[in-house]
């Protein structure tokens, strides 16, 4: 089970608990509608959503003589605050998605 699965089954069990007690928990619901889409797009997803400093597979498309290619990576690295920043973004990529499990005793 990959992270977004897990926390998609965290957040329903804490609704089902909202729910129990009477509290609203539209909020909540709406969180999950959007990890059930995410879950459901599967494959690859826009560039803007990859999390930050977590390596994950890329897609570059090809661009003048650079074919597509595909790499393993950060989308994003570094911080930022109110004075300053040192964020960089990958040049290329326009897409990512999770990086797939290691073979079994390569953990």
Not at 44 to 57: F, N
Not at 77 to 95: K, L, P, Y
Request: aromatic share 6%; with cysteine.
């Amino acid at each position: 089970m990959d992270a977004l699965t897990r926390a998609r089954d965290l957040i329903a069990r804490h609704v089902a608990r909202m729910d129990a007690i009477g509290f609203d928990a539209e909020l909540h619901r709406d969180v999950l509608a959007e990890i059930d889409a995410e879950i459901a797009a599967g494959g690859w997803r826009p560039i803007e959503s990859a999390p930050h400093e977590v390596d994950v597979l890329l897609y570059c498309p090809p661009a003048g003589q650079s074919p597509a290619c595909m790499e393993a990576g950060p989308a994003s690295t570094g911080w930022r605050n109110e004075v300053a920043s040192n964020m960089s973004f990958h040049g290329r990529a326009t897409h990512w998605q999770p990086l797939p499990a290691p073979p079994k005793g390569d953990e």
